[in-house]
């Protein structure tokens, strides 16, 4: 399947409540990559955590003091989830009429998700792997419900799914605290991580996966053996000692998302400045300059939820405009 991804777009969460504000925004920014907002301003349910579990099949989580709780029955929370899901699809259906090329629609991924997300004892899932087993599948059938529900709805685009997962390098490390907070819950496998990271990717059968993590030590050979097409991540935080397996990633057809645009309110550089780390580090690996805008796709260093409004709006076209110098002037 022949796919084209556009040269800038956003990482997914946006300041403020207004769903049609914010669609507006981003299709306005991004008219060859847009992507579906997400406004946790909003309360419970319009956050990461709470959007996701909302999409969940046969599990649902209400909000408990201590965080999101899986519970027997769908209640309020759930409710309340779905419904501004619904509303941002009806805007973005809205903003997209007749649109054709890539969208980009995003959900927590299954690690994540299991850290967040407790049992009814108050422990995370993540210290019981039967439950994240059937978590991630819980997850994997509602995303394929989400996924087809937004190509019916913007039935030219072709959609790019996004997994957000800043917990994974925790999860890996057996960071991940306790509900006491005195001890951490052990280290998952690796082969068990990346498992169930391939699962959970396969329910998109046509079109890429994108996984995204703002944190430190991003594991681009883990994410790329699981199927990602394209790793997100904050480019500040990459050191040289990322730079060998950055270089099989781009050789390896792997599409990088390059978070170079500050995700909260402050000074914006030039945009030729803001890609010049990357323009940097294709001269450090020997890449050819001509791969540069084949090879990645500007956003900010993470969401825009902590931003202000203005910032915000000025912070993605920034972030096109970056993209436009990188293609072309990729010496």
């Known amino acids: 399947m022949s796919f084209t991804w556009g040269p800038a777009t956003g990482v997914g969460s946006m300041p403020g409540d207004d769903a049609r504000e914010a669609a507006k925004t981003v299709t306005g920014s991004f008219e060859d990559f847009p992507f579906l907002p997400e406004l946790p301003a909003r309360g419970p349910g319009a956050d990461m955590i709470g959007r996701t579990a909302g999409m969940l099949v046969e599990l649902y989580a209400r909000v408990e003091p201590s965080g999101w709780r899986i519970g027997d029955r769908p209640g309020r929370d759930t409710k309340r989830a779905r419904s501004w899901l619904g509303q941002d699809l009806d805007a973005l259906e809205e903003f997209t009429q007749g649109y054709e090329g890539?969208?980009?629609?995003?959900?927590?991924?299954?690690?994540?998700?299991?850290?967040?997300?407790?049992l009814r004892g108050g422990e995370a899932a993540l210290s019981d792997l039967g439950a994240c087993r059937d978590l991630a599948g819980s997850l994997a059938e509602g995303l394929r419900t989400h996924l087809d529900e937004v190509r019916r709805r913007v039935p030219g685009a072709q959609i790019v799914l996004q997994l957000d997962e800043p917990s994974l390098i925790a999860v890996l490390r057996g960071q991940?605290?306790?509900?006491?907070g005195y001890r951490t819950h052990r280290a998952v496998d690796r082969q068990r991580v990346e498992a169930t990271l391939r699962d959970v990717v396969g329910v998109q059968t046509d079109g890429p996966v994108v996984v995204h993590s703002c944190?430190?030590?991003?594991?681009?050979a883990l994410l790329r053996r699981a199927g990602a097409a394209a790793i997100s991540f904050d480019f500040s935080l990459l050191t040289e000692r990322d730079d060998d397996v950055i270089g099989e990633a781009v050789e390896g057809g792997t599409r990088l998302f390059a978070g170079v645009v500050p995700g909260t309110d402050?000074?914006?550089?030039?945009?030729?400045?803001?890609?010049?780390?990357?323009?940097?580090?294709?001269?450090?690996?020997?890449?050819?300059?001509?791969?540069?805008a084949e090879a990645v796709t500007v956003t900010p260093s993470c969401g825009l939820a902590g931003a202000s409004p203005e910032y915000a709006r000025r912070a993605l076209?920034?972030?096109?405009r970056a993209a436009r110098s990188l293609a072309d002037n990729p010496e």
């Open 266 to 292: 402050g000074p914006l550089s030039d945009p030729a400045g803001s890609v010049m780390g990357v323009r940097t580090l294709w001269r450090r690996l020997g890449l050819h300059p001509g791969l540069l």
């Open 102 to 118: 890539p969208l980009k629609v995003q959900a927590v991924g299954p690690w994540t998700l299991a850290a967040a997300l407790e």
């Open 176 to 180: 991940v605290k306790s509900a006491s």
């Open 317 to 320: 076209a920034h972030c096109a």
């Open 215 to 220: 944190a430190p030590d991003v594991p681009f």
